[in-house]
């Protein structure tokens, strides 16, 4: 089946390290997404892409960054980890032709910076 | 800004009660609105969307643009509903804007 996959699945690291997580899918999708969420406050945008040449800051850009370096493939970057950015991160695709509106989602990547 | 809210953090009710979960938007312009689902060790999904008016697992949601409110129901609650729920906007066609969410638990 078509997936939405994500890697590392955990993570634990500590303040000031450098942190990327991955993001392929297989479902042939442009538009691709980060979101983290947190208990209380649910998905909050980091970045989204809607081709390898569009990159667009969400609502919680500062302290990440990402690279898309193919269609299939969509990196979010944690330069200088801290504390705070203590979350379950999720990557997601969409299709505004075959299915508009619907967000197909990874399993998430649990990330711990202590 | 697009906002979503979502009063409720964790609504229980008993099985076969009514059920809804409130969602709340402000938006300029006519929203496109979703509903998402997260059921334990699953992945967030799609419920359903207001375009289609459709009722999916017995839930249906009504946009209300009088009241800005795009609130989720269904008549009568399975212990199967139990999980965690967002309201989400589709923001000018870019990107999507979710609410808190609300954890259901239908209580047996």
């Known amino acids: 089946d078509a997936d939405v996959t994500q890697t590392p699945r955990n993570r634990i690291t500590k303040t000031g390290k450098r942190i990327m997580l991955e993001c392929s899918q297989t479902k042939g999708h442009d538009r691709m997404y980060w979101y983290r969420q947190d208990p209380g406050l649910g998905l909050r945008l980091i970045y989204y892409?809607?081709?390898?040449?569009?990159?667009n800051k969400g609502e919680i850009s500062d302290g990440y960054s990402v690279s898309r370096q193919a269609q299939a493939k969509f990196s979010l970057s944690l330069e200088s980890a801290i504390p705070n950015q203590t979350a379950l991160y999720f990557c997601a695709t969409s299709d505004e032709t075959s299915s508009p509106g619907e967000l197909f989602f990874g399993e998430g990547s649990r990330l711990t910076v202590l | 800004a697009q906002r979503v809210t979502q009063p409720e953090k964790l609504l229980s009710v008993f099985k076969g009660a009514p059920v809804e979960l409130k969602c709340n938007y402000s938006y300029s312009g006519s929203p496109e609105l979703f509903w998402y689902v997260q059921y334990s060790r699953q992945r967030l999904q799609l419920l359903l969307r207001?375009?289609s008016r459709e009722s999916i697992k017995g839930f249906t949601a009504d946009l209300n643009k009088g009241e800005t409110s795009f609130h989720l129901k269904k008549p009568f609650a399975q212990e199967e509903d139990s999980a965690m729920y967002y309201c989400?906007?589709?923001?000018?066609?870019?990107?999507?804007?979710f609410g808190p969410g609300t954890r259901l638990s239908v209580l047996p």
């Open positions: 207001h375009i």
């Open positions: 892409s809607f081709d390898v040449k569009d990159i």
């Open positions: 989400a906007l589709e923001n000018y066609g870019q990107n999507f804007v």
